[in-house]
């Protein structure tokens, strides 16, 4: 049973680029959250998404972010017009289905984003 | 909304000896608390976890303790090995989306 899947690792981009980080959810999963990560701080909370659906995008900044997790594919996080402060770790997670509880987030490995 | 204090930000010990790393949390309706550990470039994983109607869970020589009254949670690790360095993060959640504290870098010293 795969983990959560996430691609590219590393992704490296010029200031005004934009950057598009995937996340293949646990097999039976169907649940996606997405965290920003920052150097010596905790994970951010930034999306929560299921199937054609954002669910929560209160952590998300209203301007150059969005996301996607279509009915077939996996989840997307989009940064348009990338800046030096979009440098970070993201982390996708994933949880069981349920109807109430965020319970049990199972983490993908991160991509690392860098903005020269 | 939620917010997750923890502390110390870093802790150092000498194998052997027992580490505890303490988190409060704001919101009363938070009733369910993840432990990750996240090593060195790698993703966080899910260490141990407890909910509001249990006071404390143990594995192996990892314990967690919740007091509800007081919105305050710790996880204790005993006998320490240099392969527990890591970074430990706590969360609150449950009902809402998980969230997590600053955490909290152990490093053990062999």
């Known amino acids: 049973n795969a983990g959560v899947m996430q691609n590219p690792r590393h992704l490296v981009r010029r200031r005004g680029q934009e950057a598009r980080l995937r996340c293949s959810p646990m097999?039976?999963?169907?649940?996606v959250y997405w965290y920003r990560q920052l150097p010596e701080e905790g994970l951010k909370f930034m999306v929560y998404?299921?199937?054609?659906?954002?669910?929560?995008e209160s952590g998300m900044p209203k301007e150059r972010f969005s996301a996607e997790f279509p009915k077939e594919g996996p989840s997307i996080l989009r940064i348009q017009q990338v800046v030096r402060g979009d440098s970070a770790a993201y982390f996708c997670a994933s949880s069981p289905p349920s109807s109430t509880r965020h319970e049990k987030l199972f983490f993908g490995s991160g991509t690392q984003l860098s903005v020269l | 909304g939620e917010n997750v204090e923890q502390h110390p930000s870093t802790l150092s010990v000498q194998e052997g000896d027992s580490a505890v790393i303490k988190c409060t949390y704001s919101?009363?309706?938070?009733?369910?608390f993840p432990w990750y550990k996240q090593e060195l470039g790698k993703r966080p994983q899910l260490i141990i976890d407890i909910r509001s109607n249990v006071g404390e869970k143990k594995d192996q020589r990892i314990a967690v303790t919740l007091n509800k009254t007081a919105k305050h949670f710790s996880l204790h690790i005993t006998e320490t090995q240099p392969e527990d360095s890591a970074v430990y993060f706590c969360?609150?959640?449950?009902?809402?989306?998980?969230?997590f504290g600053r955490g909290t870098s152990l490093i053990v010293h062999p």
């Open positions: 969360a609150a959640g449950g009902s809402y989306i998980p969230t």
């Open positions: 998404l299921q199937k054609e659906n954002i669910i929560d």
């Open positions: 097999k039976g999963h169907s649940h």
């Open positions: 919101d009363s309706a938070s009733n369910y």
